[in-house]
């Protein structure tokens, strides 16, 4: 059964940085995509990063980039997301998924599977 776990979330003061941890069981994703969404209250989940199991090819959201850094450790099975200059705008849960597929996509209907999801409250 594969699955996915996020951990790293909590409560940060705006400016602050988090970061957050995907670990993979059931089956390696070493040659697979790696990504991020968030859902904030009241809104739909939206994309926030993806990565290619090289690591050559990373997609961001416009509203995170040069903030957030997206990586994988493929020995640990582990996908991170690096949280940097964070605002309250970023507060929401965040999800970490992967795909069958090499390639990262924003469409969320692509990804095959998910983690539960680990709340991050950024704070003014």
């Known amino acids: 059964q594969v699955q996915l776990v996020e951990s790293g979330g909590g409560l940060v003061q705006a400016g602050g940085s988090l970061r957050l941890s995907c670990e993979a069981s059931g089956r390696t994703f070493s040659l697979n995509a790696r990504g991020w969404f968030r859902q904030a209250p009241g809104k739909e989940r939206e994309f926030v990063a993806g990565?290619?199991?090289?690591?050559?090819?990373?997609n961001y959201a416009d509203s995170v980039k040069g903030r957030f850094t997206i990586s994988t450790d493929n020995a640990k099975n582990t996908a991170y997301l690096q949280m940097n200059s964070l605002i309250p705008e970023d507060t929401a849960v965040y999800y970490c998924a992967a795909r069958n597929s090499a390639m990262p996509t924003t469409i969320q209907s692509s990804w095959d599977y998910w983690g539960q999801g680990t709340q991050v409250s950024v704070s003014s």
């Open positions: 990565i290619s199991p090289n690591g050559v090819w990373k």
